[in-house]
Structure formats: C-alpha cells, structure tokens
C-alpha cells in the first residue's frame, strides 16, 4: 500500500465553523506534513511531524491546529478561517525526515 | 536560502514530440532535487529524484531528469510526450534532505494532439 489518503475531498466552511481535515497512511512512514496550496502556486509548507511530534511549523496562524494521534493519522483542525485560508490542502508523508515525500490528492477548501 | 526556478510558465508541445522542462536551484550545500506533477485538482505524484550517484535519472512514465551542478540545473525530459503528459510540473530542492521542500512556480505543459 503506498497511498496517502485525505478526507474529506471537499470542503465549505463558514468562518464561524470549526472543521477537520484527515490524512491517512499505512506504508509505516514516521514523518508526516501538511502543505497549503493556492490556485496556480506551488505548495507551500505548513507543519511537520516526526514520530508523532511536532517537528516544524511555519509560522502558521493558530487558527490552524494540526494533531497527530498516532503514526499512521494526521489532522488539522480549523477554526475561525478567513475567506483567504480557501485552498487546497495536501497532506505527505515519508519515511522519516528528510526521505521522499509522497503525497495524498488534497482537501479542497472554501471558505465563505 | 533555497530557491528554485522554473523559467517557462507554460510549454505547449505536440503529442509525440520531445519535451524538456527546466529547472535552477540555488542551494548551497548538494541538493536533493525532485519532479513532482500534479493533473488538475489532484495531489502531486513522485516523478523522480537525485540525491547523489548517477547524474542522470530515470523515472516514471518514461521521464528522465539531468543533474548538472556546474549549471545549477535539473531539467526533465521525455522523448515523446502522450496527451496524459498534460499537467503542472513542479521542481523541488530539499533542504536537510527533503525534509524542507522549496518549489518552483511549476510548468503548465500543454498537448496539442
């Protein structure tokens, strides 16, 4: 299995709502990471975890609070977004940090 | 720190013809480089990757990728693309292997059938 899976494929939020996003992965990997992608821009990164901590974040908003349960599941929890948080949200993972990344299809996010 | 250029925003060639996509780092210590594509809506998918060894890299869907460190380069080629081929085409260096990947803006490869 080398498949990262994200639920849901889209979503449409209020800016008063609170929403998660869920990432999936069963190929063992270690070190999990969450990228915001705008329309016609490279992914950009937000967070990593590395054995289920938090490893890096980019000086993200808190309205974005990431949660690694466990290594094989990675969520990000939503609260109070702005209209411009409205993209698509990738979820990677690897084998540890610092080997390749492979990545999930993405949460499509609007936010009105 | 880190960068990464991808110089053509949009290529359009015929299916069937040769295709080369270009990419500049800079990055001050060996690079890991990779391809990614991406099909519209859609996650990105691993192309390839060089970490070291071999300059010349085979990946997926018949794509190959040069490494060459006195250009700062890592361009991709295929020698006759398929109307599938149509995508965005991102470049990446890792920084701290790949822990950090920094991307370029992407190529926008169209085919004309």
């Known amino acids: 299995d080398t498949e990262v899976t994200q639920t849901p494929k889209h979503l449409v939020m209020g800016m008063t709502n609170k929403k998660s996003l869920k990432c999936e992965q069963h190929m063992g990997h270690r070190a999990m990471y969450w990228y915001k992608q705008k329309a016609k821009k490279p992914p950009e990164l937000m967070f990593v975890y590395s054995y289920e901590k938090l490893s890096i974040n980019e000086s993200v908003p808190s309205r974005f609070s990431p949660e690694c349960p466990n290594s094989s599941l990675l969520n990000l929890h939503l609260h109070a977004l702005q209209p411009e948080d409205s993209a698509l949200y990738l979820c990677?993972?690897?084998?540890?940090?610092?080997?390749?990344?492979?990545f999930g299809p993405g949460t499509r996010l609007l936010v009105l | 720190a880190q960068s990464v250029t991808q110089p053509d925003i949009h290529i359009t060639v015929s299916e069937g013809a040769s295709l080369e996509l270009r990419c500049n780092y800079s990055y001050g210590a060996t690079p890991y480089l990779f391809w990614y594509v991406q099909s519209p809506g859609q996650g990105l998918q691993l192309l390839l990757k060089?970490?070291?060894?071999?300059?010349l890299v085979q990946g997926i869907k018949g794509f190959e990728a040069e490494f060459k460190r006195s250009q700062s380069s890592f361009n991709l080629r295929k020698p006759s693309v398929h109307w599938s081929d149509a995508a965005e085409y991102f470049c990446?260096?890792?920084?701290?292997?790949?822990?950090?990947?920094?991307f370029g803006q992407g190529t926008r490869l169209t085919i004309n059938p």
């Open positions: 990446a260096v890792g920084r701290g292997g790949a822990q950090k990947l920094v």
């Open positions: 990677a993972s690897s084998l540890s940090l610092g080997e390749t990344q492979y």
């Open positions: 060089y970490f070291s060894g071999d300059t």
